[in-house]
């Protein structure tokens, strides 16, 4: 392929220190730019005023072994690695021992051919008795990095890898069926800079080598995250004084609020202090009783269930919400697995013989889409691993990680959300075709949050989002109170990224950037 071609055809957002090649976007001629970067936060950052275009075309032999289901929950097989994948990278002692710019410079990650995207990947000590290790990717901002936001990214489960996020969501790569990796239309990392972390211990390349360094409730998450942390500052002193966000989707609506109200405690106590501006989470499984209690309604609703599958739906989830009452926390939970999840049943799930769907994260979506499960089959290639630093350590499918936390599934992180929506700025943001965690479901849950704001945000009249003024598709709904947004992406999943890429980078671009959601010029 040759370069006209390629520029003909991918079109991606980005600015490089040696290769550019700039030319003007349908986006940039509609204003879109421009109008994202007229607040005064956006202007701080500057540079990004031009479209950069850029093809990443990485070919690499396709290989590995194992199955991965694309969705990041639901991998079923762990990975390890055949071939000369290099050694784990260990940064701790490094950081111990006083010598971060050796470790700095040990964890860079050779950009991939064709490409200038400086990134940092390796392993992060959390507990030395367990040997509990946390396996991190660090994308500083594509534009002025010094000043960007730093972006903590966790993704769900319990026990999805982070790097789902990064490969099919709002990374700066997506791997295609040959295993090859091209750059993403609206990556975050344009803007923020994206901090990816396989959250908690056990999950995709994180380890520990004792099973009482396993997670059994968010505060062992939040200890091993906001350690892990701290080291990553000590790390990357540069930006310490950064705006800092914690983000996420799904089960991280507890890993969210977790290490936010973690940060929230301890950084008047700590020397070294993170700078928490907010939080963002997508399809938030913050409030488990909350959500259970609509799930019947919700399905029959859409066509899911007829009468008497509803009957039978709802009265299971009214047995698994008294059991949560009297804090029977793994009845609870195997009631539900059995009835929607079907993760650690041998069998499927009521849900899936009802519905003849595996897939809950998008109710147009019956199976799960190819494309997500490539990402899996690309970590498993040795000179991937060799990389980004993690050797022949094996990515696993976090049914470990669910196995300790199954209790935890069912508990509610409402009064730390809570703390948080006190005292700073909050986007909780749904897909409008979402199942699991349904638009609908959220709002009620809300509903019940008895923060500072919840009279004027029960009050707020919701408005419609729009990206330009001239679009005839409406991007979503936002409704405000205070720092609080709640918005609903339309046409877009549980996967929301994937779904609607740039309605998602707008999303966050105009929260973390406070640029409002009136419609840009154009």
């Known amino acids: 392929m040759g370069r006209e071609e390629v520029v003909e055809n991918e079109i991606f957002l980005y600015q490089y220190n040696q290769f550019q090649i700039i030319k003007e976007s349908e986006l940039e001629q509609s204003g879109y730019y421009k109008g994202i970067f007229a607040s005064p936060k956006v202007q701080k950052i500057g540079a990004m005023w031009k479209a950069i275009i850029l093809l990443i075309m990485v070919t690499l032999s396709p290989g590995g072994n194992g199955l991965f289901r694309s969705i990041y929950k639901s991998v079923k097989v762990s990975v390890p690695c055949e071939g000369d994948a290099g050694h784990p990278l260990f940064l701790t002692p490094y950081i111990d021992a006083g010598k971060v710019t050796e470790g700095r410079q040990l964890s860079l990650v050779a950009p991939f051919p064709g490409s200038n995207v400086k990134s940092y990947a390796g392993y992060i000590t959390v507990n030395k008795t367990y040997n509990s290790n946390l396996f991190f ?16 990214w966790l993704q769900g489960g319990p026990g999805g890898s982070s790097l789902f996020g990064l490969f099919v969501e709002n990374g700066p790569y997506f791997v295609t069926s040959n295993l090859t990796v091209r750059a993403r239309d609206f990556p975050w990392t344009n803007t923020l800079s994206m901090l990816y972390i396989d959250n ?6 994180s380890f520990t080598d004792d099973s009482h360094g396993y997670a059994v409730n968010e505060d062992d998450v939040a200890e091993n995250l906001y350690s892990a942390l701290i ?3 000590q790390l990357f002193p540069e930006y310490k004084n950064n705006d800092f966000y914690a983000t996420g989707e799904s089960y991280a609506g507890k890993y969210v609020p977790a290490i936010a109200y973690y940060i929230h405690i301890l950084n008047p106590r700590m020397d070294t202090q993170i700078n928490l501006k907010g939080i963002a989470i997508g399809d938030p499984y913050s409030d488990p009783e909350s959500i259970i209690e609509g799930y019947a309604a919700f399905m029959y609703q859409v066509g899911l269930l007829d009468e008497n599958q509803r009957k039978y739906f709802q009265k299971q989830c009214d047995e698994s919400i008294k059991y949560i009452k009297e804090k029977k926390w793994f009845r609870a939970f195997e009631i539900m697995d059995k009835l929607l999840d079907g993760d650690l049943t041998s069998d499927s799930s009521y849900f899936q013989n009802v519905t003849g769907c595996s897939n809950y994260y998008n109710i147009l979506q019956c199976k799960d889409p190819e494309d997500q499960l490539y990402y899996g089959k690309f970590l ?15 990515f696993n499918d976090g049914s470990e990680v669910e196995k300790y936390l ?3 599934t069912v508990k509610s992180v409402k009064p730390w959300l809570t703390e948080i929506m006190n005292n700073y700025k909050v986007l909780i943001y749904s897909g409008q075709l979402d199942i699991i965690v349904a638009a609908p479901l959220t709002e009620q849950s809300l509903m019940t949050m008895n923060w500072k704001g919840a009279q004027k945000y029960k009050k707020a009249e919701r408005k419609i989002w729009k990206i330009f003024k001239s679009d005839n598709e409406v991007a979503g709904y936002v409704r405000q109170a205070d720092n609080f947004s709640q918005v609903i992406v339309r046409g877009g999943g549980h996967i929301l990224p994937y779904d609607q890429p740039l309605r998602s980078f707008d999303m966050i671009n105009r929260f973390v950037f406070e640029r409002g959601w009136d419609p840009y010029d154009g």
Do not use: C, K, M, Y
Not at 200 to 205: D, K, S, Y
Not at 380 to 394: E, F, K, M, Y
């Open 137 to 152: 990717w660090f994308f500083p901002a594509q534009v002025q990095p010094s000043d960007a936001p730093v972006v903590l």
């Open 406 to 408: 199954r209790e935890d």
């Open 380 to 394: 498993s290639l040795p000179q991937v691993r060799q990389a980004i630093h993690v050797g022949n350590r094996t």
């Open 200 to 205: 908690p211990v056990g999950t995709g390349f």
């Open 231 to 233: 080291q990553f500052f």
